[in-house]
């Protein structure tokens, strides 16, 4: 069993990105983030991507509003990125908590500045292979099989989450390169039946520990992109046994260190596209 490392693998992008910032004579690249309340899980995920952000040389501001604010203010910060020069991408962190309709909130990001891929055009472009901004974690997973030469032409892939993060937009990318895409929901009945027969399983639920060796067929690829606490052990987990799955898998990212930091270099990545492509550098 070899692990898939998402955290090397991370750095090296990291490392490139801030070379090419201290190349440039220009002002930095910009991103921006929007936070709505306080979730303990978006907070922390906000923070690792500022911090990379920094050490890579990019400018940036978190943009904080109250759990409970209205739609107009959030339509108004997007609003405000949208027509800031400066900027060069931002996000919307999510879950955005209440009852908020987050599809027609993130359709107001300016497709030129969605460096997090989740526009319905952005997600659109996706799915026909055209120019822009993929999500950033799904164009992660697609580094982890470039890197480790794992084929995906022919392979039969089941991806279990259908999510705009991650499941949709890696069912375009993998589809475009010929694999043979199942996407498996809440409603899918006997799960371990249809990803036991996968070369690739790519696991995106939430659920600690879901994925067992039963799961798994001897020499698959096993990616996850869960993360969740683990009630019995009060500790992050991912959606896979990893040491029970270890015994049957070729490749395995662990978390942490797996796609979670791939994730973050591919969002830096997208937003220095989006400079270069703002500033005419290539
Ligand atoms: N919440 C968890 N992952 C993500 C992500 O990649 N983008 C956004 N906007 N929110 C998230």
């Known amino acids: 069993m070899k692990i898939l490392d998402g955290k090397t693998l991370s750095e090296k992008i990291l490392k490139q990105i801030s070379e090419t910032v201290q190349s440039i004579s220009a002002r930095p690249p910009r991103l921006d983030m929007i936070i709505v309340g306080n979730d303990f899980a978006s907070e922390k995920y906000v923070m690792m991507k500022e911090k990379k952000a920094k050490e890579v040389g990019f400018d940036g501001a978190i943009h904080r509003l109250a759990r409970d604010c209205a739609e107009s203010e959030i ?33 107001t990001i300016s497709v030129e500045k969605d460096v997090d891929g989740l526009t319905s055009t952005s997600l659109g472009r996706v799915f026909k292979g055209q120019e ?88 698959a690829v096993v990616i996850d992109v869960g993360i969740s606490k683990d009630p019995l052990t009060g500790k992050l987990s991912g959606d896979v046994d990893f040491e029970d799955v270890s015994n049957v898998a070729a490749y395995i990212t662990p978390v942490p260190g797996g796609v979670g930091p791939m994730t973050v270099a591919c969002l830096l990545e997208n937003t220095l596209s989006a400079w270069k492509l703002k500033t005419q550098v290539s």
């Open 132 to 219: 822009g901004f993929a999500p950033a974690t799904a164009v992660g997973v697609m580094k982890l099989f470039a890197e480790y030469e794992i084929g995906i032409k022919g392979a039969r892939v089941v991806i279990i989450g259908a999510s705009d993060i991650i499941g949709l937009p890696l069912l375009g990318l993998m589809q475009l390169q010929g694999a043979t895409v199942t996407i498996a929901n809440e409603f899918t009945k006997d799960l371990s039946e249809i990803t036991s027969q996968a070369d690739i399983v790519v696991s995106a639920v939430g659920q600690p520990k879901l994925i067992k060796s039963k799961y798994i067929k001897l020499g």
């Open 75 to 107: 339509l108004q910060k997007i609003s405000e990125l949208n027509s800031y020069d400066l900027v060069d991408g931002f996000m919307v962190q999510l879950p955005i908590p209440g009852n908020h309709d987050s599809r027609k909130l993130i359709d």
